[in-house]
């Protein structure tokens, strides 16, 4: 690694660990005890967003690459793609978004036309706080802004533990691979507990369905439902093959 790529990856590694981390920890122990204000949301929102910088920065001090920040923001949310989602596969937009509107006041309309044709007028005044969530509310959408966008945003980015500037730059060239990770390297015994024992939480807001919210709010002028996906999916289980590395024994019939 060249000194300019080391420094930039060694800052956001400083930013990563003395800033981002500490504010989700509250944020999510806050979200969880139903403390959540609207000033935690916008201040954690544009911690995230701000990391984006810092990544953008190491992209770019490579040699010849000049990726930007707007490029940048897409990529982590086709790597961090959740199947059945509506609202969380633009989630690192829309926090890019509502950070770009309580900076500059008003959002830049041209530079976010797509989002704001889907989402309605998004904005610093479309987020409220009401019995104890966040609201994201536009014409067409009504949600708890905290579980639906930023809480998965910031699994995906504050909650990631770098074991040092190697882990950092890796995170910097394509998010996804570093924490989705691969479930085959697990003890098969543990896969097999998670295969017989799958939990469902809602693909929209991630609660269960006693704790999901969804049915109060709207998505894409629609009323809200609980969606259920099993949390602990392993794509790549195959039954015969993890009975096979439990025990040596175990033959398909
Ligand atoms: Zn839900």
Do not use: W
Request: aromatic letters at 12%; a negative charge; proline letters at 2%.
């Amino acid at each position: 690694m060249d000194p300019k790529t080391e420094k930039t990856c060694d800052d956001f590694y400083l930013y990563h660990q003395t800033l981002l981390s500490p504010a989700a920890q509250e944020f999510e122990s806050n979200l969880s005890a139903g403390r959540v204000r609207l000033h935690h949301v916008v201040q954690v929102n544009m911690l995230t967003a701000h990391a984006v910088d810092y990544l953008v920065a190491i992209r770019n001090s490579t040699r010849g690459s000049q990726v930007k920040r707007s490029q940048l923001v897409r990529e982590f949310d086709k790597d961090f793609f959740v199947l059945g989602a509506r609202v969380q596969n633009q989630k690192f937009q829309i926090v890019d978004a509502v950070n770009n509107s309580v900076k500059h006041i008003e959002l830049d309309r041209g530079r976010y036309k797509e989002l704001v044709t889907k989402y309605g007028d998004i904005g610093f005044r479309c987020l409220r706080e009401e019995g104890g969530l966040v609201l994201f509310e536009t014409t067409k959408y009504r949600f708890d802004y905290s579980r639906v966008v930023l809480g998965p945003v910031l699994s995906s980015i504050a909650r990631v533990c770098f074991d040092g500037i190697e882990a950092v730059y890796g995170f910097a060239q394509g998010g996804g691979e570093l924490i989705q990770g691969d479930a085959s390297d697990e003890d098969p015994i543990d896969r097999m507990i998670a295969y017989c024992n799958p939990v469902y939480k809602c693909d929209d807001c991630g609660q269960s369905e006693d704790d999901c919210r969804c049915g109060e709010f709207v998505y894409d002028g629609e009323r809200g439902e609980f969606r259920p996906f099993k949390e602990n999916s392993d794509f790549n289980f195959d039954f015969d093959d993890v009975m096979a590395e439990i025990s040596g024994a175990y033959t398909k019939d």
